[in-house]
């Protein structure tokens, strides 16, 4: 689950992509590196998310499962690269 990339579906940050850092039982723990850093992630339940197929690249799954330092400008990265896709195959909007 580490390293997948979510949307969310309920709070003010509806619409927006995440990248999972880390998880537990019912609630995940979220970065997108500009907000939410991968050092003080958001803490969100499975059920306001969206689980996409997708996952950031292997190079940075396997560093968010090290737990890295300095993390937070790839992440940020792969957000931005992740919602550039979705917004070019699927025409929806996804906030920045």
Do not use: F, W
Not at 65 to 74: F, I, P, S
């Amino acid at each position: 689950m580490i390293g997948r990339y979510v949307i969310s579906k309920a709070g003010h940050d509806e619409g927006r992509v995440y990248v999972v850092v880390a998880c537990e039982q019912d609630y995940l723990y979220l970065a997108d590196g500009r907000l939410k850093k991968a050092d003080a992630p958001k803490k969100k339940k499975k059920k306001h998310v969206q689980i996409t197929n997708s996952s950031a690249d292997r190079e940075l799954t396997e560093a968010l499962e090290r737990k890295d330092a300095h993390l937070d400008d790839r992440i940020k990265y792969a957000v931005k690269q992740y919602s550039m896709q979705i917004h070019k195959l699927e025409g929806t909007y996804v906030k920045k």
